[in-house]
């Protein structure tokens, strides 16, 4: 089975602009999260999605947000950028929600100037 | 409030000899731990896990032992291999599998010397 793939990689914004970041996850598994990994705040959940609901949110601000598409496909959107919002933004893939083991993409490395 | 630990940042351990990871957690709500390693700029790759309701789980080289009494738990490599260089978490699941939420560690950056 292919893993889990993020797109794009890389990506440099500037303060102001929003930006919207990209999740495919294993195939046949239905629940995404998203988790934020900055050198200050290590890794941080973000949010989970599950059959295109959101079941859980973590302590982050409005601006960020995401969506699940019918094929479990998943977006996270983060508007107004702030210089702190540099950071790699992971994907995790679970086969359903109570499966233990969440298996991480290689993650979107943005850059805010 | 940290509810994950890891207090050793960094760790050097010989090729061949047993590396010991450790963490702390403070929340007994927690019913699944698992372990990850990670390289720079990369996504964490899942290398071991326990359930709350076992003491021990072993994989190859790996093994992870819990004592809930003492909120802890460790991640024993033996033998250790330059390979496992890397920084490792561990990470905690809560509430009963209600939510696929982890709670990370603050990572170990673990350095095995040939």
């Known amino acids: 089975k292919a893993g889990v793939t993020q797109t794009p990689r890389y990506l440099i914004k500037t303060r102001g602009q929003q930006v919207t970041l990209s999740c495919s996850p294993i195939?046949?598994?239905?629940?995404v999260s998203w988790y934020q990994q900055t050198p200050g705040q290590g890794l941080q959940f973000l949010f989970e999605?599950?059959?295109?609901?959101?079941?859980n949110k973590g302590n982050f601000p409005g601006r960020f947000s995401g969506r699940q598409f019918s094929n479990s496909r998943s977006e996270m959107n983060v508007s107004t950028l702030e210089l702190g919002d540099s950071a790699l933004y992971l994907c995790?893939?679970?086969?359903?929600?109570?499966?233990?083991?969440?298996?991480f993409g290689p993650g979107t490395r943005l850059l805010v100037l | 409030d940290q509810q994950v630990k890891q207090n050793s940042p960094s760790l050097s351990v010989q090729e061949g000899r047993i590396s010991i990871l450790n963490c702390d957690y403070t929340n007994s709500m927690f019913d699944y731990f698992l372990w990850y390693k990670k390289y720079p700029a990369e996504g964490p790759t899942f290398l071991i896990s326990?359930?709350?309701?076992?003491d021990k789980n072993e994989d190859g080289r790996f093994t992870v032992f819990l004592n809930k009494s003492a909120k802890h738990l460790s991640l024993h490599i033996v033998p250790s291999q330059p390979g496992d260089s890397a920084v490792y978490f561990c990470?905690?699941?809560?509430?009963?599998?209600?939510?696929?939420?982890?709670?990370f560690g603050t990572g170990t950056l673990l350095a095995v010397q040939p």
């Open positions: 990470a905690a699941r809560g509430y009963g599998g209600a939510t696929n939420k982890l709670i």
């Open positions: 326990i359930s709350s309701i076992k």
């Open positions: 195939s046949g598994h239905r629940s």
């Open positions: 999605y599950f059959s295109e609901t959101q079941r």
């Open positions: 995790a893939s679970i086969g359903e929600p109570g499966q233990e083991t969440q298996y």
